[in-house]
């Protein structure tokens, strides 16, 4: 009953969140950006605002319509968008006879709870990871669905929200192959499928608002719902939404710095003893951070707060909850982004400014609404941050508990493991690089590196889980041989496979690619990698692209080494890709395009298909990130 009791409010903030902003995409002049922008939910008091996650676990006891709100997530991005569409979904009107529409919200981990039989509208919101793979949790639901073969979904109705990043090639890949394979099993389509470019929240308020608008319309049997999300929700491991507290055992710097554009990498160990936690080499550790201090005080300053103000927890914190409202000041430290700024905010403050010249401002940037068509807009957002915004519109004050609710949330970081379970399953190793730079004028910190480096110390504990990487594994024969490419700290699972390679005795060769800028600076585990080099456990080649005069990246070496990297590729070898996507990447992958023409006497079509062949037998596997 507590959800009828809620809806009312619910119902304002749903429409204030999507069905004001069916316009976001557009451009405004005059008094429609006006009404535009005065399109905010100040009617909103801040119990409307909700934040509880435990209001996402409703168990229906009275007949209703049941809609099944599933979301696969690596970062929570898709959790949130799911939320939100619970919340829209809760509070559409009752339909003729008085059934209300009953949304249940699903992890796609927890897909096999779903009896798909029962089940007459699926809303998927599901992201895709790095180089086109589902997220870990969603991957059975996604081998399940894609991989089945003796069911139809003609009973199904059901909408697709993919999110993902066009800086990457397989953008949005996991949401179109679901949507299709749907459609491919005779389920109807409600609307069609979105693309979400990193988080653009234009268009996942169009795709809501579209579904909302057709919902009410969709012919779904009034009964008492099956499915029970205390046994869903009621998994008890460690994870992204209940991490480990993991002692930092081990921090040590892996590089020398005389200047101050010298590199700052460290090497940190982790105890996972009784977690129950366990990994592969491959995988990788996934850690929630703390802001950095003197940015937290830099946002209270702005905001002209104290940080004792008590406002309550967000839905998205990890668990164990906190009970009752919690400090703004840790509110910012712990669970909130103040680096990437939601649009939204500054169509807040824009309201909210009693100055003319700030208002004037902000109506510039939101003419063209909020959509990343908007180009002038998203200029300005990539070179803010929440303190810089906040200062930008000082005579903005809108409600606390407003404001809160666009900033986003304090994602957890994926780092690598550096280490085998093999020789120590008790043990995660992280390599970072530290980030520091300067913006405004304004020196300024990464989050999670910085937390490592200089607020995390020996002895102390930080919330931990494991992001399994099942497209990044060591070949099961240890015969085959394996070359790895990985410059900067794209070295990190290299270590554990080496290790790994060692400790088990694989006859096969073990080639490193490594660059780094110098020899003498930032050759990262030097000690370790010419110790295995002198006993003839790794075959080592490194680029100091800085050490002389013409620059040499991994790449270089690479064509240099062509006739015996082809060897290796014909005789079986697996090849493994690790770092930066933008580039790096790119141009190993060019290099390889390149050997296979050279020395297989292939065209450029024939080694584009080889290669491709390689990936789709897990010769050629790829961690890689945008940054």
């Excluded at 002049?29 to 922008?37: M, P, V």
């Excluded at 009784?274 to 937290?296: C, H, I, K, R």
């Amino acid at each position: 009953m507590w959800l009828y009791l809620l809806c009312g409010a619910t119902l304002l903030m749903a429409y204030v969140l999507h069905t004001l902003l069916t316009t976001s995409g557009s451009s405004y002049g005059g008094n429609s950006l006006e009404a535009f922008i005065n399109q905010e939910g100040d009617l909103a008091t801040e119990e409307m605002i909700d934040s509880s996650a435990d209001r996402y676990l409703v168990n229906y006891t009275d007949p209703g319509r049941q809609v099944l709100v599933m979301f696969g997530t690596e970062y929570g991005c898709s959790e949130e968008v799911a939320k939100r569409l619970f919340d829209g979904v809760a509070c559409l009107p009752l339909d003729g006879s008085g059934a209300r529409l009953q949304p249940r919200l699903v992890n796609a981990q927890q897909h096999s709870a779903v009896d798909w039989s029962q089940e007459r509208v699926l809303l998927l919101v599901i992201s895709t990871s790095g180089d086109g793979v589902p997220p870990t949790d969603a991957r059975d639901f996604c081998d399940w669905l894609l991989g089945t073969r003796d069911m139809e979904m003609s009973h199904l109705h059901y909408s697709v929200l993919a999110l993902g990043d066009s800086n990457y090639p397989h953008f949005c890949r996991t949401g179109r192959s679901l949507d299709k394979r749907l459609t491919d099993l005779r389920a109807t389509q409600l609307v069609p499928r979105s693309d979400v470019d990193q988080e653009d929240w234009s268009v996942i308020d169009s795709w809501i608002d579209a579904v909302l608008d057709v919902l009410p319309a969709v012919a779904i049997e009034t009964k008492l719902d099956y499915l029970s999300l205390d046994a869903v929700s009621s998994e008890q491991a460690y994870n992204r939404t209940r991490p480990f507290m993991a002692t930092m055992t081990v921090k040590r710097s892996l590089t020398v710095q005389e200047t101050s554009d010298d590199k700052e990498t460290i090497h940190c160990e982790f105890e996972l003893a009784g977690s129950g936690l366990t990994f592969t080499a491959g995988d990788a550790l996934g850690m929630y951070p703390q802001n950095n201090p003197a940015e937290v005080r830099a946002v209270l300053t702005a905001l002209q707060a104290a940080g004792t103000e008590l406002v309550a927890a967000p839905s998205w914190v990890y668990h164990p909850q906190p009970t009752g409202k919690i400090p703004l000041e840790e509110a910012l430290m712990k669970y909130y982004d103040l680096k990437h700024v939601n649009p939204e905010l500054v169509k807040l403050l824009t309201k909210h400014t009693s100055n003319r010249k700030e208002r004037l401002e902000g109506q510039r940037l939101l003419k063209d609404g909020l959509s990343k068509n908007n180009i002038v807009l998203w200029s300005y957002l990539q070179s803010s941050e929440v303190t810089d915004v906040l200062k930008n519109f000082q005579r903005a004050h809108p409600p606390l508990h407003l404001l809160l609710s666009k900033l986003k949330g304090l994602q957890p970081r994926y780092y690598s493991i550096a280490s085998s379970p093999v020789l120590d399953p008790a043990k995660a190793s992280v390599t970072a690089a530290v980030v520091r730079y300067s913006l405004h004028g304004i020196p300024r910190t990464g989050v999670t590196t910085t937390y490592l480096q200089d607020r995390l110390q020996v002895n102390q504990a930080c919330p931990v889980f494991i992001s399994h990487n099942p497209d990044f594994r060591l070949p099961s024969n240890t015969d085959l041989s394996i070359i790895m490419i990985g410059p900067g700290t794209g070295i990190a699972p290299f270590m554990a496979f080496i290790q790994e390679r060692v400790a088990t005795g694989a006859s096969g060769d073990n080639i490193l690619y490594f660059g780094c800028r110098h020899k003498n600076k930032d050759f990262l585990y030097k000690r370790e990698l010419e110790s295995w080099t002198k006993n003839g456990s790794l075959s080592l080649r490194v680029a100091f692209s800085r050490d002389q005069d013409k620059k040499i990246y991994v790449q270089d070496l690479l064509r240099t080494d062509a006739k015996n990297i082809w060897r290796h590729l014909q005789n079986g070898a697996h090849v493994y890709v690790c770092g930066d996507a933008r580039h790096m990447a790119h141009d190993v992958h060019q290099a390889l395009t390149d050997i296979c023409q050279v020395q297989g006497d292939m065209d450029a079509g024939q080694a584009r298909t080889f290669l491709l062949e390689m990936e789709q037998v897990n010769r050629y596997q790829k961690d890689v990130w945008v940054t």
